[in-house]
């Protein structure tokens, strides 16, 4: 059982940035995040597997947002850029053998309020 610990969400300004991490409490094979407006399905946001030689993003947010990990802490991260009003949502972290769906995804975490202003 791998437990995952999101942290670095909160307020911004539209145009602003904010960076979000994710622990794990073990080694896992691919890492994702995903978001859940209200009243919208989750969605997936990026994703990279255990070398981080393979990432895929979400076309809304390519460009924008820039997802890395770092082995040796067990920590993925969300580095997100030029945020918009539309980013509004609650982030997740997921792991497992999953890539853009949530399908094969083992793990979640408990979520991570991103609030953009505009």
């Known amino acids: 059982q791998v437990q995952l610990v999101e942290s670095g969400g909160g307020l911004v300004q539209a145009g602003g940035s904010l960076r979000l991490s994710c622990a794990a409490s073990?080694?896992?094979?691919?890492m994702g995040w995903f978001r859940q407006a209200p009243g919208k399905e989750r969605e997936f946001v990026a994703a990279?597997?255990?070398?981080?030689?393979?990432?895929k993003y979400a076309d809304s947010v390519k460009g924008r947002f820039t997802i890395s990990r770092d082995n040796a802490k067990n920590t993925v991260y969300l580095q997100m850029d030029s945020l918009k009003p539309d980013d509004t949502a609650v982030y997740y972290c997921?792991?497992?053998?999953?890539?853009?769906?949530?399908?094969?995804?083992?793990?979640w975490g408990q979520g991570t309020q991103v609030t953009v202003s505009s």
């Open positions: 990279i597997n255990w070398s981080g030689g393979n990432i």
């Open positions: 073990g080694s896992t094979y691919n």
């Open positions: 997921t792991a497992g053998v999953g890539w853009i769906s949530t399908t094969g995804y083992d793990y």
